[in-house]
Nanobody
Framework: QLQLVESGGGLVQTGGSLRLSCTAS????????LGWFRQVPGKEREGVSC????????DYAASVKGRFTISRDDSKDTVYLQMNSLKPEDTAVYYC?????????????????WGQGTQVTVSS
């Protein structure tokens, strides 16, 4: 089955930048819609950004729009999340996921294959 591994998390100061990567093994990631999600203690997992198989349809959460950019490189079976102007409220565990059904939304319930997550901490 498809395996996803995130990397690039870490500790940054407010206003800093971080680039997350998620690489798949076992299957061609180009067939699936991809998404980045995040979760903090006491809150539900939320969609941060999702991208369609073509890369032409992209969604961002209102809280990150204008600061984060999602992209994909299907030749490398990798999806990226560039995070700029980071805020303390961006602190969370970030997960990448793939949707084999290509449902077209950015809800966690629409995604079937998940990575283990990478911690992003933004200090104030």
């Amino acid at each position: 089955q498809l395996q996803l591994v995130e990397s690039g998390g870490g500790l940054v100061q407010t206003g800093g930048s971080l680039r997350l990567s998620c690489t798949a093994s076992g299957f061609n990631l180009g067939y699936y819609s991809l998404g980045w999600f995040r979760q903090v203690p006491g809150k539900e997992r939320e969609g941060v950004s999702c991208i369609s198989t073509s890369g032409s349809n992209i969604d961002y959460a209102a809280s990150v729009k204008g600061r984060f950019t999602i992209s994909r490189d299907d030749s490398k079976d990798t999806v990226y999340l560039q995070m700029n102007s980071l805020k303390p409220e961006d602190t969370a565990v970030y997960y990448c996921a793939a949707d084999p059904y290509n449902t077209g939304d950015c809800a966690p319930t629409s995604y079937y294959w998940w990575g283990q997550g990478t911690q992003v901490t933004v200090s104030s």
